[in-house]
């Protein structure tokens, strides 16, 4: 029986909890696709995961939420052997085996097909993260050329991400960040951002006069208050990250909190959003070096345990991803 190398999680735990082993390839059905990865993309959710938050998930389980590869098998005939893929969701590292392996098997219809030449490193740290930058951007918020847009939690991969796409549609760009360092300033001017706002946990008293048409609030509870009063007339704030790691709101009274005629919204994707996604329009601007994407570190598969670590600890200052090879 042929054999792969995978990160498994038996219990949930610290970062050691995953564990390398080795395990059967799957063979996929006749609407599957076997995917041999060659990279892939570390997401908070499986961190969230890993500490036991998602009760839902029987163990034992191999995490991971996205993938980037090549079809190794295609009963159907849906793709191409050999064809450059990506996956996301659906269930993937959550319903049944996911990305930190060497090869994952998938529902064909939840693959997209990938055109570009771009190093595996940067393939496996998108489509994820793009598909929840666009789906935040263009779905929820309804983002037009017009848009001053504010992205609470900046430094995360995917307000970066969000801050490029934003910048490339014509928007004005702020974003916000608690480190005041010079360093973390360029790196979000790189990706497109207008104005950096150090971020005190009062951003609406900076802002007061100037304040925004939308707002991605990718901290969270946390914050939210504080981002709804950031919000301009009409305007629309969508939360959807939980950087700040508290799930709830603590005595909320939503007369008080949103202020009038301000929106408030949610935002996850699914396999429809993925699909929905222009990953290969996306790649095309990253390869043409008009869409900026920070990786910030760049971990082997049997160092998943510090990989983690490093999420955990916020250490990355972009995308970790983890190529198989």
């Given at each position: 029986?042929?054999?792969?190398?995978?990160?498994?999680?038996?219990?949930?735990?610290?970062?050691?909890?995953?564990?390398?082993?080795?395990?059967p390839?799957?063979?996929?059905?006749?609407?599957?696709?076997?995917i041999?990865?060659?990279?892939?993309?570390?997401?908070?959710?499986?961190?969230?995961?890993?500490?036991?938050?998602?009760?839902?998930?029987?163990l034992?389980?191999?995490?991971?939420?996205?993938?980037?590869?090549?079809?190794?098998?295609?009963?159907?005939?849906?793709?191409?052997?050999?064809q450059?893929v990506?996956?996301?969701?659906?269930?993937?590292?959550?319903?049944?085996?996911?990305?930190?392996?060497?090869?994952?098997?998938?529902?064909?219809?939840?693959?997209?097909?990938?055109?570009?030449?771009?190093?595996?490193?940067?393939?496996?740290?998108?489509?994820?993260?793009?598909?929840?930058?666009?789906?935040?951007?263009?779905?929820?918020l309804?983002?037009?050329?017009?848009?001053?847009?504010?992205?609470?939690?900046?430094?995360?991969?995917?307000?970066?991400?969000?801050?490029?796409?934003?910048?490339?549609?014509?928007?004005?760009?702020?974003s916000?960040s608690?480190?005041?360092a010079?360093?973390?300033?360029?790196?979000?001017?790189?990706?497109?951002?207008?104005?950096?706002?150090?971020?005190d946990?009062?951003?609406a008293?900076?802002?007061?006069?100037?304040?925004?048409?939308?707002?991605?609030?990718?901290?969270?509870?946390?914050?939210?208050?504080?981002?709804?009063?950031?919000?301009?007339?009409?305007?629309?704030?969508c939360?959807?990250?939980?950087?700040g790691?508290?799930?709830?709101?603590?005595?909320?009274?939503?007369?008080?909190?949103?202020?009038?005629?301000?929106?408030?919204?949610?935002?996850?994707?699914?396999?429809e959003?993925?699909?929905?996604?222009?990953?290969?329009?996306?790649?095309?601007?990253?390869?043409?070096?008009?869409?900026?994407?920070?990786?910030?570190?760049?971990?082997?598969?049997?160092?998943?345990?510090?990989?983690h670590?490093?999420?955990?600890?916020?250490?990355?200052?972009?995308?970790?991803?983890?190529?198989?090879?």
């Amino acid at each position: 029986m042929a054999t792969m190398r995978a990160a498994v999680m038996h219990e949930a735990g610290g970062p050691e909890v995953l564990k390398l082993e080795t395990l059967p390839i799957p063979a996929p059905k006749d609407d599957q696709v076997l995917i041999r990865i060659k990279a892939f993309g570390l997401n908070r959710s499986e961190l969230f995961t890993r500490q036991g938050h998602s009760p839902g998930v029987q163990l034992p389980r191999v995490l991971g939420i996205e993938a980037a590869g090549v079809v190794d098998k295609c009963p159907g005939g849906q793709f191409q052997i050999g064809q450059k893929v990506a996956t996301a969701m659906g269930g993937l590292g959550r319903d049944f085996d996911g990305g930190y392996a060497e090869y994952t098997c998938v529902k064909a219809s939840n693959v997209q097909a990938l055109d570009t030449e771009l190093d595996w490193t940067i393939v496996g740290a998108v489509p994820e993260m793009l598909q929840t930058a666009y789906g935040y951007l263009f779905k929820a918020l309804r983002l037009t050329t017009k848009d001053r847009l504010l992205i609470r939690g900046g430094t995360t991969s995917v307000g970066l991400a969000a801050a490029a796409i934003a910048k490339n549609h014509g928007c004005y760009v702020a974003s916000t960040s608690r480190n005041s360092a010079k360093s973390t300033a360029d790196l979000l001017k790189k990706t497109g951002v207008d104005q950096v706002i150090i971020d005190d946990g009062k951003v609406a008293e900076q802002v007061r006069a100037n304040k925004f048409d939308k707002i991605l609030e990718l901290i969270g509870t946390t914050t939210l208050e504080d981002s709804l009063q950031c919000a301009a007339e009409s305007g629309i704030v969508c939360m959807t990250g939980i950087v700040g790691n508290k799930w709830s709101l603590d005595h909320f009274a939503p007369m008080d909190a949103i202020p009038n005629t301000v929106y408030l919204t949610i935002y996850s994707g699914g396999p429809e959003e993925f699909k929905e996604t222009p990953l290969n329009d996306l790649l095309k601007q990253i390869q043409d070096e008009t869409l900026p994407v920070q990786v910030g570190k760049v971990f082997k598969l049997d160092e998943i345990v510090q990989a983690h670590d490093t999420m955990e600890k916020n250490l990355a200052r972009g995308k970790i991803v983890v190529p198989t090879e």
